[in-house]
């Protein structure tokens, strides 16, 4: 057989062509993350479970059923993989969608809060990006307190947000969105500052020499220019809007949201729904940055910019 036959994809074996890809990788990291869980479970639920055995006057007992049981606590320090899609499947596939114990009803509460967090942030980060790309003034004086604002952590600031919107009157998804729109706006002012200012200086003057006016060009030139960094930087804040519609439930004592279901897991120590609060909030997250990666390559595409 010849050097070139060796080489050749067709014979390549099928986990050589499996790990040629992403998939395959993906499954690797995901195998190993199980593997490390699963053994810090046994490690940290150790301790509880032999205490547990003294008490009952148990000893020499077996290695397997040592792991079986720290494996199956009821609360555990930190629960096993399976207890975590457990509860999931509980909370998700037999309670009703309206029951307040259900996982979806939760998790929608929270996605409300997301996405008119994330909506608002997104559309104010534009108009300040504007704004600082076409005027001086505002570069030198709104820029610095953009990014001066992200210096102040988002737990000591929401509930001062909650408390000045509630003294005002204003309650209930608004003052919670409001601290997602803290939390998004500034990644989007950023990346759209940049994709505005990314054309370059011979296609600005090509414009001028074309007498365009400041508005032809922005949306002939910069805004076409900006469009991959403006989704580059929503699914950064679509992530943040997300982490502070968790955190805005929790100063406000909710009883509705993933940010509740952390809370009352804290209060009870429950930690199988705190973990399985965090999985649903990380497969939102996952699922919205997903969508606008999607809505991107449509809109790429269709721009003639497809990567």
Do not use: C
């Amino acid at each position: 057989m010849t050097d070139a036959a060796l080489s050749s994809p067709r014979s390549t074996n099928p986990f050589a062509r499996l790990m040629a890809g992403t998939t395959g990788p993906v499954i690797v990291v995901v195998a190993a993350l199980i593997a490390i869980w699963y053994l810090s479970a046994v490690i940290l639920n150790t301790p509880f479970q032999r205490d547990t055995y003294e008490r009952a006057g148990q000893t020499n007992v077996p290695m397997s059923q040592l792991i079986s049981d720290t494996l199956n606590q009821e609360r555990p320090v930190m629960p096993a993989p399976h207890q975590v899609v457990e509860e999931i499947y509980k909370t998700t596939i037999l309670k009703k969608v309206t029951s307040k114990r259900s996982l979806v009803y939760h998790t929608w509460i929270t996605l409300s809060t997301t996405l008119l967090g994330f909506v608002i942030g997104t559309l104010l980060g534009i108009l300040l990006a504007v704004g600082i790309v076409h005027s001086r003034v505002l570069d030198k004086s709104l820029m610095p307190w953009v990014i001066s604002s992200q210096t102040i952590p988002i737990l000591a600031i929401a509930p001062m947000i909650i408390v000045v919107l509630n003294a005002v009157g204003i309650s209930g998804l608004l003052p919670k969105a409001m601290i997602s729109t803290y939390l998004s706006f500034f990644p989007v002012t950023v990346g759209m500052v940049k994709g505005l200012r990314s054309p370059e200086i011979m296609h600005l003057d090509l414009m001028h020499t074309y007498s365009a006016t400041r508005i032809q060009a922005f949306w002939k030139l910069r805004f076409p220019y900006a469009v991959p960094y403006l989704y580059t930087s929503m699914k950064i804040g679509m992530a943040a809007s997300l982490v502070g519609a968790i955190v805005g439930e929790l100063p406000t004592g909710a009883v509705a949201g993933l940010g509740a279901r952390l809370l009352a897991g804290s209060y009870y120590g429950q930690t199988v729904q705190i973990w399985s609060a965090l999985i649903m909030a990380a497969l939102l997250a996952g699922s919205l940055v997903a969508l606008i990666g999607v809505l991107e390559k449509i809109v790429l595409k269709r721009m003639g910019m497809a990567r």
